[in-house]
């Protein structure tokens, strides 16, 4: 019978194994923390093999790490929004690091699905963006806490609200670079000096671009353009010019059927069609007037109501498409009766017809006026025998 193991001898053997834990979990930490000094974000990249060494290491760890799941093979998607997302997540951990130079609690890393296919079904994911923290007593990749879509709402901000509420930690501010850097800032302000006193003669002679009238058109029917168009819209909701086709990826689509989204595509084209019969109605008013050829004010005119027309009646078929509204023609009360069994024209409605049409006709074609009676005489004749026949 074997005599059982001496107290002593035991409690050393315990002692050398927790020692060792420590000096491997330290060495995981010194690793991690040199990885991230490398990266100018702070975000370390994994791979399948770095993966299983620092976070499959035995629990609990003595750090937690954030970790977004990219595929550069999707980035050409933009209704998913990853090349943005990485961004948003690379300030985020650059945040982290600003605020907690030393920190050695958290880290945050990337995965690239091409290279790691064996670390995204570890951690069982299937679709992205995708957003995955391990905290130090997780035992499997696949229990890892995943971070809510609606995290992604307002980028950085609510990622760093996620981080805050689980990991106890301060993000601190989120710090966005500048749009311009201090060297190009230096340099604006040498070369806005140095013009100030050619500006100065040039707004004295009246030669700048605000005293220009063709500047003044062009701003206004940009924005116009921009109003009309939802550019507004765009902005604020981060709408997509296009998306992608479900059913067909290779195919893309312009135009969303259904009144809850819109693309950035259909509001720039009804944007177009609304600044053209703009422009044609200005043109007319403006600049028709002065030409002194009747036959080219009357064919000019027939091409605006036909290209007017046109533009409106895509405007209105969009709409029906998409919202599935339907828009009617207005006639007065009285013309309805017209259709109505029981119903006859009277004379004098057919006159007032003909009348307000054939006048129409004249004024674009000039007619004589004994054309213009004749025709009218004979027209209410055959109108009216017509309506006693019945």
Not at 3 to 27: C, M, N, Q
Not at 78 to 86: A, E, I
Not at 207 to 230: C, K, N, P, Q
Request: contains cysteine.
């Amino acid at each position: 019978m074997a005599s059982p193991p001496h107290p002593p001898l035991l409690l050393l053997t315990l002692l050398v194994a927790a020692g060792a834990a420590s000096a491997g979990a330290d060495d995981l930490v010194a690793e991690l923390q040199s990885l991230r000094s490398r990266s100018p974000s702070g975000v370390i990249h994994l791979t399948d093999t770095s993966v299983t060494r620092f976070l499959s290491a035995p629990a609990p760890r003595p750090y937690s790490v954030l970790v977004f799941f990219d595929a550069a093979s999707l980035h050409s998607k933009t209704d998913l929004h990853l090349p943005q997302l990485r961004r948003e997540f690379a300030l985020l951990s650059a945040s982290f690091l600003a605020h907690n130079p030393a920190s050695a609690d958290l880290f945050f890393a990337d995965i690239e699905f091409s290279e790691s296919q064996h670390s995204f079904a570890q951690f069982g994911v299937n679709s992205l963006p995708h957003v995955r923290l391990v905290r130090p007593e997780h035992t499997r990749l696949a229990g890892s806490e995943q971070m809510d879509q609606s995290h992604f709402s307002r980028l950085a901000d609510s990622m760093a609200e996620f981080v805050e509420s689980r990991t106890g930690l301060e993000v601190g501010p989120i710090v966005r670079p500048p749009l311009v850097s201090r060297n190009q800032m230096i340099l604006l302000v040498i070369l806005f000096l140095v013009s100030i006193p050619f500006l100065i003669k040039r707004i004295m002679d009246g030669e700048t671009l605000f005293h220009d009238r063709r500047v003044w058109m062009a701003g206004a029917l940009f924005i116009y353009f921009f109003s009309v168009s939802g550019g507004m819209y765009g902005i604020i909701r981060h709408t997509p010019m296009f998306i992608t086709d479900r059913s067909d990826p290779n195919k893309l689509v312009f135009f969303y059927q259904g009144s809850g989204m819109q693309l950035g595509a259909e509001g720039f084209a009804v944007g177009f069609l609304y600044t053209l019969v703009g422009l044609m109605i200005a043109m007319v008013t403006h600049l028709l007037v002065r030409v002194e050829s009747l036959q080219i004010q009357r064919f000019t005119m027939l091409a605006v109501m036909i290209i007017g027309w046109w533009a409106v009646k895509k405007v209105i078929l969009l709409d029906n498409w998409k919202t599935g509204y339907s828009i009617h023609t207005f006639w007065p009360s009285s013309w309805r009766t017209l259709s109505k069994p029981g119903y006859s024209l009277t004379e004098e409605t057919v006159s007032f017809l003909l009348g307000a049409v054939l006048r129409i006709l004249l004024e674009f074609a000039k007619l004589p006026c004994i054309v213009y009676s004749s025709s009218c005489f004979n027209l209410l004749q055959c109108m009216h025998g017509q309506l006693k026949d019945a």
